[in-house]
């Protein structure tokens, strides 16, 4: 009969003792995956509830002439919101009427006219009565001169500024107080350029400040039960990204620089950012209701998120890159520009 030795009974109880603590670590991890899974199962169930009743709510869209707020409003009108579709042109209103149900108003709107505002807001608030105003999504914008800085000029900022930031602030604050009344939702139609600096013109520094204001705002309405969102396209396939008028502006502020400035970028300078352009279609969406969804599921879910990415790009590359070091997003967002023919021109 072969007797333990000393050395054989610690070997013996510290491998026992390992295999312990490997079975304790595999339970420990089998329960931590557990509780991850069931989390994102209570997560994606919560972010699925949804309002009851849309039929006797009210929502406001400004910028309904085309794009975003256009599919917006034919798309929450079927749904069977009372849609007050606000458009610039009484073409964009004639059309969208033509397409819509009889659910459906329009009312002619410049965001930038404080009075044309106002006299909209009483006429909302005839509209809608005791009920109040369940949603307001500001969708109106303008994308201004798209250029290097150093072509652009004090007044090409002011278009996009006027529009984006304090048409959007103007007709918060005259909606507001419909909006409180029926403790609804209020949709901050941003862009992924009021994360990321991606081109020079009055068009980011606007978003920036829309981003800054639906924060304030969103931490203000908190108490009163009124739910702020914000949406962050990235690039999308609208007339708002005309490249033809885009190009059109360029070509315009071109014509009007010192010497000096045209020596430094070159004659070619336009033609070669337009190549550098090409060979990024791919970032561009063209399925307008990926924003859409984002405004839907905003005005309709008992649990709205605070912020929406809306776009494989905005998802994938831009918002990731806006939490970068500024090292690294200068190096790959400078990548996309055109060289210059002479930076000693001065």
Same mark, same amino acid.
């Given at each position: 009969?072969?007797?333990?030795?000393?050395?054989?009974?610690?070997?013996?109880?510290?491998?026992?003792?390992?295999?312990?603590?490997?079975?304790?670590?595999?339970?420990?991890?089998?329960? *931590?995956?557990?509780?991850?899974?069931?989390?994102?199962?209570?997560?994606?169930?919560?972010?699925?509830?949804?309002?009851?009743?849309?039929?006797?709510?009210?929502?406001?869209?400004?910028?309904?002439?085309?794009?975003?707020?256009?599919?917006?409003?034919?798309?929450?009108?079927?749904?069977?919101?009372?849609?007050?579709?606000?458009?610039?042109?009484?073409?964009?209103?004639?059309?969208?009427?033509?397409?819509?149900?009889?659910?459906?108003?329009?009312?002619?709107? +410049?965001?930038? +006219?404080?009075?044309? *505002?106002?006299?909209?807001?009483?006429?909302?608030?005839?509209? *809608?009565?005791?009920?109040?105003?369940?949603g307001l999504i500001n969708n109106a914008g303008v994308p201004g001169v798209l250029a290097?800085?150093?072509?652009?000029?004090?007044?090409?900022?002011?278009?996009?500024?006027?529009?984006?930031?304090?048409?959007?602030?103007?007709?918060?604050?005259?909606?507001?107080?419909?909006?409180?009344?029926?403790?609804?939702?209020?949709?901050?139609?941003?862009?992924?350029?009021?994360?990321?600096?991606?081109?020079?013109?009055?068009?980011?520094?606007?978003?920036?400040?829309?981003?800054?204001?639906?924060?304030?705002?969103?931490?203000?309405?908190?108490?009163?039960? *009124?739910?702020?969102?914000?949406?962050?396209?990235?690039?999308?396939?609208?007339?708002?990204?005309?490249?033809?008028?885009?190009?059109?502006?360029?070509?315009?502020?071109?014509?009007?620089?010192?010497?000096?400035?045209?020596?430094?970028?070159?004659?070619?300078?336009?033609?070669?950012?337009? +190549?550098?352009?090409?060979?990024?279609?791919?970032?561009?969406?063209?399925?307008?209701?990926?924003?859409?969804?984002?405004?839907?599921?905003?005005?309709?879910?008992?649990?709205?998120?605070?912020?929406?990415?809306?776009?494989?790009?905005?998802?994938?590359?831009?918002?990731?890159?806006?939490?970068?070091?500024?090292?690294?997003?200068?190096?790959?967002?400078?990548?996309?520009?055109?060289?210059?023919?002479?930076?000693?021109?001065?």
């Open positions: 009969m072969r007797t333990m030795h000393f050395n054989d009974t610690i070997f013996f109880y510290y491998t026992r003792k390992e295999c312990t603590y490997h079975t304790q670590g595999k339970k420990m991890l089998f329960w *931590v995956l557990g509780l991850l899974i069931l989390c994102v199962f209570l997560w994606t169930c919560k972010g699925n509830l949804k309002i009851a009743d849309i039929t006797d709510k009210y929502i406001f869209i400004t910028g309904c002439d085309s794009g975003f707020g256009n599919l917006a409003a034919k798309t929450f009108d079927k749904k069977g919101f009372h849609v007050i579709a606000a458009c610039l042109t009484e073409s964009g209103s004639t059309a969208l009427k033509a397409e819509t149900s009889e659910r459906l108003h329009t009312v002619l709107l +410049d965001v930038t +006219d404080p009075e044309n *505002v106002k006299r909209t807001t009483q006429w909302v608030k005839d509209k *809608v009565g005791e009920k109040g105003l369940w290097p800085t150093d072509w652009l000029t004090l007044e090409d900022y002011r278009e996009p500024v006027e529009v984006n930031l304090f048409g959007l602030i103007s007709v918060t604050l005259n909606m507001l107080p419909l909006v409180k009344k029926a403790q609804g939702r209020v949709i901050n139609v941003s862009s992924v350029g009021g994360r990321l600096a991606i081109v020079g013109g009055g068009y980011t520094p606007s978003k920036y400040a829309v981003e800054g204001f639906n924060d304030s705002l969103r931490r203000d309405m908190k108490a009163f039960g *009124v739910h702020v969102s914000c949406i962050e396209p990235g690039l999308f396939k609208t007339n708002l990204a005309d490249p033809v008028k885009t190009l059109e502006k360029k070509l315009a502020i071109w014509e009007q620089l010192s010497p000096d400035i045209k020596q430094q970028y070159g004659e070619g300078y336009i033609e070669k950012s337009l +190549d550098k352009l090409k060979g990024n279609t791919s970032f561009v969406n063209m399925d307008l209701s990926l924003v859409v969804e984002c405004m839907d599921h905003a005005l309709t879910s008992l649990f709205p998120k605070t912020h929406y990415a809306a776009g494989k790009d905005a998802k994938i590359f831009w918002i990731p890159l806006s939490h970068m070091p500024a090292v690294l997003q200068d190096f790959l967002l400078l990548k996309q520009k055109a060289e210059l023919a002479n930076l000693k021109a001065v």
